[in-house]
Each structure stands twice: as structure tokens, then as C-alpha cells.
């Protein structure tokens, strides 16, 4: 290959594997939040070797790398948790079957997650398919999909991530009756002038990376998104909130149980 288009095309690149390296790993982590009550969380490392394998060939034979969001995804997660009640017991107990300390403030009586169907099926058929539809007969039949149905199902994806945002919940909360906020939301315990700056930085992130989207350097929003991670790791801290409201406001992801399968918690 010519070296003058290995130079044109090298920051592409370097900007499709920000995207890739942050999508897929951010994705994985969220489905392993802790909010899902996960026993074996270290299983999607095969996932993502699965994953790898089919981003390497289609690279090589030249065709569009698969995208890491499903069964990475915490929509997959939540399809596979299982609900049931709390009992007071449990509560006291306060010990998942994991071994990590179950999450407080869960009210009694009502249902909650208490288990997750952990299985490697859908993963597999996943991967699976994607080696599958790489071929020729197989990529031109999804030429014949309406971009339509394409469309519905990236918005039914995203405003079903717009309902369980924390941006969402955040606004929510702040424009909702008192007398209706649960005694138990942990909201309550952050300045509502400190809920109303960070839900500000919040939007100001977000229009960054919709702005950039909108101009020829659309294919560098991945970057912006990225540099957000040392702004809230160095900036925002030096802002005028406790420890204690920062980690209601933006706590980790995942559970300590679960960065231990990735190397250990920052």
C-alpha cells in the first residue's frame, strides 16, 4: 500500500479504535453495573475475545467490524434478571450470593433484582451470526433491510437508554413534587444547587459531543467523548462538591467485585 495513504488513513483509524476501545468497554462495563446482581461478571471477557476475533477477520476480508453494544449491552443484562421480593432478612444480612455486600436502601416489599441468568447462548449466537452474515449471499439480504426498520430499532434503543439516563433522573428529580421523591432516594442527600451544576456540565458535555456531529469533523466525536473522562477525573472535583455527593451524583459503574475481573479498581 502506498505510504501517503497509510498516513491519510492512520488518524481515521486511530480515531475508529477511540471509538471502539471506548464503546465496547464502556458498554460492557454499564452491563455489568451494580445495579445487576452478576455472579460471574469475568465471563465477558470471552465476549469481547469473541468479539475481537470477528473485528480481525472482517478487517481483513474488508467489511464493516462488528459493533460490541449486544449482548455487551445492559439492555441484554436487563432481559435476564430475574426480580423478587427482599425480605427483611435478607436486608439485615445484607449479602448477595456473590459474596459482596449486597446495595442498601432497597425497600421491603418491593421487588427488585435478585439474580441475573447468566449464560453464554445469546453471546454465542451473536458472535456467531456475525461471522455468518460477513459473507456474500448473507450482506447482500441485510442490503434488502428498510432503513426504516433500522431506524425504529436505533430509536427504540436510544430512548429506552434516554429513560434509565442519569441525566434523565437527575432532571426528574428536580422538577418533581417533594411529597412524590422516595424517603429512600439518595438524591436527597446532594445540594440542589450542586445537582443543578452537574446536570449543567452534564448538557454541556453532551452538546459538545452533538455539536461536533454536525461539522466536517464529525467522525472525531469519539475524541470528545473520551476527554470527558480526565474532566471529570481532575476538573470536576476541584468544583465545589463533597466525596459524598459525587459518588451519589456520578459514582463507579461497576461494583469492586466486578473491576476485579478487569484488573482491580482505579
Known amino acids: 500500500m502506498d505510504p501517503i495513504f497509510c498516513r491519510i488513513?492512520?488518524?481515521?483509524?486511530?480515531?475508529?479504535?477511540?471509538?471502539?476501545?471506548?464503546?465496547?468497554?464502556?458498554?460492557?462495563?454499564?452491563?455489568?453495573?451494580?445495579?445487576?446482581?452478576?455472579?460471574?461478571?469475568?465471563?465477558?471477557?470471552?465476549?469481547?475475545?469473541?468479539?475481537?476475533?470477528?473485528?480481525?477477520?472482517?478487517g481483513l476480508i474488508g467489511v464493516p467490524a462488528p459493533n460490541g453494544l449486544i449482548p455487551q449491552a445492559p439492555m441484554h443484562t436487563q432481559s435476564l434478571v430475574v426480580m423478587g421480593i427482599k425480605s427483611k432478612d435478607d436486608e439485615e444480612i445484607g449479602v448477595s450470593t456473590d459474596g459482596e455486600k449486597?446495595?442498601?436502601?432497597?425497600?421491603?416489599?418491593?421487588?427488585?433484582p435478585v439474580a441475573v441468568v447468566e449464560q453464554r447462548v445469546s453471546n454465542l449466537v451473536q458472535g456467531s451470526l456475525c461471522l455468518v452474515l460477513m459473507s456474500g449471499p448473507f450482506l447482500h439480504v441485510l442490503g434488502l433491510v428498510p432503513r426504516g426498520v433500522l431506524a425504529g430499532l436505533f430509536w427504540f434503543m436510544g430512548t429506552d437508554a434516554l429513560r434509565g439516563s442519569g441525566v434523565t433522573a437527575k432532571f426528574l428529580y428536580l422538577i418533581q413534587d417533594d411529597a412524590l421523591v422516595p424517603l429512600h432516594e439518595p438524591l436527597r442527600k446532594v445540594r440542589p444547587s450542586m445537582i443543578w451544576l452537574f446536570l449543567a456540565i452534564e448538557l454541556v458535555g453532551f452538546g459538545a459531543t452533538m455539536a461536533i456531529t454536525q461539522t466536517i469533523a464529525a467522525i472525531g466525536f469519539p475524541i470528545v467523548i473520551f476527554l470527558l473522562i480526565p474532566i471529570r477525573t481532575h476538573v470536576i472535583p476541584l468544583l465545589p462538591f463533597t466525596q459524598e455527593e459525587l459518588a451519589i451524583l456520578d459514582g463507579p459503574t461497576a461494583?469492586?467485585?466486578?473491576?476485579?475481573?478487569?484488573?482491580?479498581?482505579?
Open 9 to 58: 488513513a492512520f488518524p481515521f483509524g486511530l480515531v475508529l479504535f477511540i471509538l471502539f476501545f471506548f464503546d465496547h468497554n464502556v458498554s460492557s462495563l454499564i452491563a455489568q453495573g451494580s445495579e445487576f446482581p452478576l455472579r460471574k461478571p469475568p465471563g465477558f471477557h470471552w465476549d469481547f475475545f469473541w468479539l475481537g476475533i470477528t473485528t480481525f477477520i472482517a
Open 102 to 112: 449486597a446495595l442498601g436502601g432497597v425497600k421491603e416489599g418491593v421487588e427488585h
Open 255 to 266: 461494583s469492586p467485585f466486578t473491576m476485579e475481573s478487569v484488573g482491580g479498581s482505579i
